[in-house]
């Protein structure tokens, strides 16, 4: 069966430090990757999403950044945090060919905390 | 820019109230997703509708898509405090876009 891994599980952060959220699955083959972020109390606003490795599409402009080193790896990063930075940070993954249109499995999240 | 507008934000209901969450969306959508996300957890898929006027129940769940396919309710027969959480609803318009509805948070008192 499929799994997903997110860590840490929380983090809390000063300003202006650097960022890296690690996302890893298992028991499936080129999955769709996707780094959401939630707002305390708020829905969900995706930031990223991969198709494949190497392939990383931003939704929207800011001072993070997403990586796709491993075909099951996706990690987000930020050379420096704001404190608007903080939330909720959720990975997840998707399979076939319509991406979006697939059912969407997310992991554990990371809640981030910049003081 | 596309948007999905859910409502209620929030809702309090006494446990075996009914409860329904309403999603509106600007554009026409290919289909609609719901999930839930327990407090302190996060979003489980629910279900997925894709058929103008689809209607889809699971136990006391009952979810519907409008026949325009620029709508979707949820709705919770006779509540247990094991409702409790967030539901969101997701549209797609085609293509990698998920747009997420704010969610509604729903509040079970015993």
């Known amino acids: 069966s499929q799994t997903i891994h997110q860590w840490p599980a929380t983090l809390v952060q000063p300003v202006g430090s650097p960022l890296s959220l690690e996302c890893t699955v298992e028991?499936?083959?080129?999955?769709?990757l996707y780094w959401y972020r939630q707002a305390a109390g708020r829905g969900l606003q995706l930031l990223f999403y991969?198709?494949?490795?190497?392939?990383i599409s931003s939704e929207v402009p800011q001072n993070l950044s997403a990586s796709r080193p491993q075909d099951r790896q996706f990690i987000l990063s930020s050379k420096k945090l704001l404190l608007s930075d903080s939330g909720f940070y959720l990975c997840?993954?998707?399979?076939?060919?319509?991406?979006?249109?697939?059912?969407?499995?997310f992991g554990p999240g990371t809640r981030l905390t910049v003081l | 820019g596309q948007q999905v507008m859910q409502i209620p934000q929030y809702q309090h209901v006494q446990e075996g109230e009914d409860f329904t969450t309403y999603c509106n969306s600007s554009?026409?959508?290919?289909?609609i997703q719901w999930y839930k996300q327990r407090p302190g957890g996060h979003p489980v898929f629910l279900i997925q509708?894709?058929?103008?006027?689809e209607v889809k129940k699971q136990k006391r769940l009952t979810f519907q898509f409008g026949e325009a396919k620029k709508n979707s309710s949820l709705h919770i027969t006779a509540t247990q405090t094991t409702d409790v959480g967030t539901y969101f609803c997701?549209?797609?318009?085609?293509?990698?876009?998920?747009?997420f509805g704010a969610g509604t948070r729903l509040f079970v008192k015993a």
């Open positions: 991969s198709v494949g490795i190497g392939q």
């Open positions: 997840a993954w998707s399979v076939g060919t319509g991406v979006g249109t697939d059912t969407q499995y």
């Open positions: 997701a549209g797609h318009t085609g293509g990698f876009k998920t747009i």
């Open positions: 509708l894709v058929k103008s006027g």
């Open positions: 554009t026409t959508l290919s289909n």
């Open positions: 028991g499936t083959s080129n999955p769709n």
